[in-house]
């Protein structure tokens, strides 16, 4: 069966600082992989996704980056974060083949920036 | 944008049957209807999906109107475990995006 992990579950950290949070996806191949960010109340909003190692595709412009350095790995970065970048962070795949393409979600990180 | 509405909060007793709304007026004919659902700081789980027929699994039913402009979310027998936010989203077959909107928080009620 196939699993989705991120880590770290959650993550204090002060303006400016860097940030990398990683998603990695077992017991399948070759997955869409999707970044979202949900801010305190608030829907999820679309971050990044990606079709493949090396193709990411951006929905907002902002200080974050996206990189796919493996097929189940996904990565999450910032050089300096802001305020307004704490928020609960999702990482979600679907399959490519098939026709539904339902996605399936880990369990977040919870990013506070102070 | 999200392409649906969805009223924001709704409460129904447990046992009772719950039915969640959601309008997509503007939906097109390769665009499924999507439900997820999300339970408080964790990340959305699938619930059902359909194209015009009406759906039914273990978790719910699906019932979509003849001209597909909207559709009811139904869970038979709430439960207290069923508290969360509901989303409704729909999107063509074979494309890669889900627009999540600001979806529906139910709230059982013993």
């Known amino acids: 069966s196939q699993t989705i992990h991120q880590w770290p579950a959650t993550l204090v950290q002060p303006v400016g600082s860097p940030l990398s949070l990683e998603c990695t996806v077992e017991g399948t191949s070759n997955p869409n992989l999707y970044w979202y960010r949900q801010a305190a109340g608030r829907g999820l909003q679309l971050l990044f996704y990606s079709v493949g190692i090396g193709q990411i595709s951006s929905e907002v412009p902002q200080n974050l980056s996206a990189s796919r350095p493996q097929d189940r790995q996904f990565i999450l970065s910032s050089k300096k974060l802001l305020l307004s970048d704490s928020g609960f962070y999702l990482c979600?795949?679907?399959?490519?083949?098939?026709?539904?393409?339902?996605?399936?979600f880990g369990p977040g990180t919870r990013l506070t920036v102070l | 944008d999200a392409k649906t509405t969805q009223p924001p909060s709704m409460d129904c007793a447990e046992g009772r049957a719950a039915n969640l709304p959601c309008n997509h007026s503007t939906i097109s004919g390769n665009e499924y209807v999507y439900w997820y659902r999300q339970i408080h700081s964790q990340g959305p789980q699938y619930i059902i999906h359909g194209l015009k027929n009406n759906e039914t699994n273990e978790m719910a039913s699906l019932i979509i109107t003849e001209d597909r402009k909207s559709s009811t979310l139904i869970l038979p027998h709430a439960t207290l475990r069923d508290t969360a936010v509901y989303y409704c989203i729909v999107k063509a077959s074979g494309t890669y995006k889900y627009i999540f909107g600001t979806g529906t928080r139910l709230k059982v009620l013993a």
């Open positions: 979600a795949w679907s399959a490519t083949s098939g026709f539904y393409n339902e996605q399936f």
